[in-house]
């Protein structure tokens, strides 16, 4: 995690900088800092624990000139969050400033080497090993801070996007990557670094992705260069991005996490445009059918994610499984990658990420790799790692999902993985003509449905303040329900801090159920479906131990209202795509809990957006 920003150009940087790291301070945000030369060559270092506005608040009356700077906002990992442990961390000498996003595997080696040189270090993280290295490197073998950096990095095990400044030189930046993003933008003049693109396409939508090991070279007045550890120059390819920078404003929402549950409806529309042909009568998925052999022949699929991707990937399984009748295996890519997992060349492995960033689906998808198997990614940042990692797949084109707790990201990846599942199964024919123009036909108006639940807004808020206090919550599902129930407890434990479970409803007798009494909230998902009568049955277990039951159910329903202390009404539609509706209301019931109890929405607590560490 973390964001680190850089500027080189003719324009003041600090500004661009604050901006920069507010824009991704979705990343980390337990303390930021900033580093810029002056026009005296003076290298000017501000730092400070919290947001971002902590560091504008105490930078802004001291010395925040220059047209050079580099900028970090921090997750921690390595020391606790405080002003010392906060990026840039400086060399020996106080030459160097340095930022870094990863983390270094081999510090404390590298730490005991340099101390017993006589380094002296000042705060508890790796970053700081990286920049005294390369200080300890450029001064004992006499050389430039592009070879020193070669040379450090040589030395490093771990995960790093770095950018390195010298004091007295104000016409260089030195940046490099490896497993932590990076991108370098190029404008008049002028270049960006960041973690993402969003704090560059407000100022130019030419950009370039360094790949694993490159180093990017950029000095004033020259052509940006890229380089290997040997000095040896790589080609670069310069890309378009285009990206409306009103998705990275609040527009006029309190917060982006109500934006974009908001905003589902239209994600939903943008999804599914020019998949699904305009009569409604066919889906095209260009990536699987590019690769149709791959699929057709695949002895079974394996999804990898973590978090809310991870629930998505689950309704995934469902939906392959029931419709193309291939197996399908789903995993943690955390768990995945450490447990030399059996992979055929013939499997198909789907990683899904809403960043395409997150460090253990990157690493599943190496592994996968490497054993051979077809990857196919489905992601939503344009251009980020995993998506470049594989052999091909589907973004979910839902726009920049800012909020830490992911809304729009899972229903789009719900929505890409029915469309998967219906590409796959017309070319296997395992699926009944007349299900599958159904299928279409509801897949195409769930916007409109998704409207209707959105309009459900005023009652779940004012259910919120009855549930605002409750220690603990259980959700059940079953079916394609199940991931549901998970994902409204996910959403839930992260923005609030209630602690909450979801299980699937018929588990709880074996064990959960020991927990209900009067006091437990139990959020119950019973729309009609072709398991509705035994979702029922489970929920009058429930209530028979006094369980407190808000349940989902299908417009129209009035069974459950006799025993359920609150219901919410859903619009109908088919039990395949019911969690594009289900889960709305549960994103609505999180947010307000999280409101009501005062918490920091889209930037809780010891969270980050874009896992990029293990
Ligand atoms: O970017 P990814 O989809 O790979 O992220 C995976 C998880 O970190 C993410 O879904 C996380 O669980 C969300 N904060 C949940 O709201």
Redesign the pocket.
């Known amino acids: 995690m973390c964001g680190i920003v850089g500027y080189m150009g003719c324009q003041q940087a600090y500004p661009i900088l604050i901006k920069g790291l507010h824009r991704l301070e979705y990343r980390g945000y337990d303390s930021a800092g900033i580093a810029l030369i002056d026009s005296n060559n003076e290298l000017n270092i501000y730092k400070a624990k919290g947001k971002v506005a902590n560091l504008e608040h105490f930078a802004d009356s001291k010395n925040i000139s220059g047209t050079i700077g580099i900028a970090h906002t921090r997750w921690a990992t390595h020391g606790e969050p405080n002003d010392t442990n906060a990026h840039p961390h400086v060399s020996q000498t106080g030459s160097l400033a340095l930022i870094h996003n990863g983390i270094i595997e081999n510090y404390a080696v590298l730490k005991k080497y340099l101390q017993d040189r006589g380094v002296v270090f000042r705060s508890e993280t790796d970053t700081e090993v990286l920049v005294q290295l390369i200080g300890y490197l450029q001064q004992t073998n006499n050389c430039d801070l592009c070879t020193a950096v070669q040379q450090a990095l040589r030395e490093v095990v771990g995960a790093y996007a770095i950018a390195v400044i010298e004091k007295g030189n104000p016409d260089q930046i030195i940046a490099a990557r490896k497993s932590s993003p990076l991108v370098i933008g190029i404008g008049e003049g002028e270049f960006f670094i960041a973690s993402d693109a969003t704090p560059i396409v407000e100022h130019t939508q030419q950009v370039i992705y360094p790949n694993d090991e490159e180093i990017v070279v950029i000095r004033r007045g020259e052509p940006l260069k890229i380089v290997n550890f040997e000095n040896i120059e790589h080609p670069h390819q310069i890309k378009h991005i285009d990206m409306d920078i009103s998705q990275l404003e609040k527009g006029g929402y309190p917060h982006f996490m109500l934006k974009e549950i908001y905003e589902q409806p239209q994600t939903l529309i943008d999804c599914i445009r020019g998949r699904i042909n305009p009569e409604g009568t066919d889906v095209i998925l260009s990536g699987v059918m590019d690769n149709k052999e791959r699929f057709l022949n695949a002895r079974r699929i394996i999804i990898a994610?973590?978090?809310?991707?991870?629930h998505a990937a689950l309704i995934g399984e469902h939906l392959i499984e029931e419709l193309c009748r291939i197996p399908v295996e789903v995993e943690y890519a955390s768990e995945f990658r450490y447990r030399n997992p059996v992979i055929y060349p013939d499997d198909v492995v789907i990683a899904?990420?809403?960043?395409?960033?997150?460090a253990d689906?990157l690493a599943a998808v190496e592994i996968a790799k490497k054993q051979g198997a077809f990857i196919y990614g489905i992601c939503?940042?344009i251009g980020s790692s995993?998506p470049r990692a594989t052999d091909s797949g589907s973004y979910i084109h839902v726009g920049p999902e800012i909020g830490?707790?992911?809304?729009k990201?899972?229903t789009g990846?719900v929505t890409v993985l029915s469309m998967l599942a219906l590409t796959i199964a017309k070319l296997k024919n395992s699926i009944d003509p007349q299900l599958y123009r159904k299928l279409l036909g509801e897949l195409r108006s769930i916007p409109q449905r998704m409207e209707e639940t959105l309009k459900l807004d005023a009652p779940i808020r004012e259910l919120s303040k009855i549930f605002t206090y409750a220690r603990n919550f259980i959700y059940l599902g079953r079916g394609y329900n199940y991931p549901v129930a998970l994902e409204g407890a996910?959403?839930l434990k992260?923005i609030s801090y209630i602690h909450a479970e979801g299980y699937p409803a018929a588990e709880m007798k074996h064990g959960p159920i020991a927990l209900i009494d009067e006091e437990m909230p139990v959020v119950a998902i019973a729309t009609t479906d072709s398991i509705y009568e035994k979702t029922i049955s489970n929920i009058q277990e429930i209530k028979a131990r006094k369980g407190r039951i808000i349940a989902l159910v299908t417009r129209g329903n009035h069974e459950v209202a006799r025993f359920a202390d609150s219901v919410i009404e859903l619009p109908e539609t088919d039990e395949r795509l019911a969690p594009l509706i289900a889960a709305i209301p549960l994103q609505l019931l999180a947010y307000y809990i999280a409101v009501n109890k005062g918490r920091d929405v889209d930037q809780p607590r010891n969270?980050a957006?874009?896992?990029t560490v293990e």
Not at 305 to 310: E, L, N, Q, Y
Not at 352 to 358: L, P, R
Not at 404 to 407: G, K, Y
């Open positions: 994610a973590c978090g809310t991707s991870w899904i990420s809403q960043s395409g960033e997150t689906t939503n940042v995993i830490v707790a992911s809304t990201a899972f990846q996910l959403k992260e969270l957006k874009s896992v």
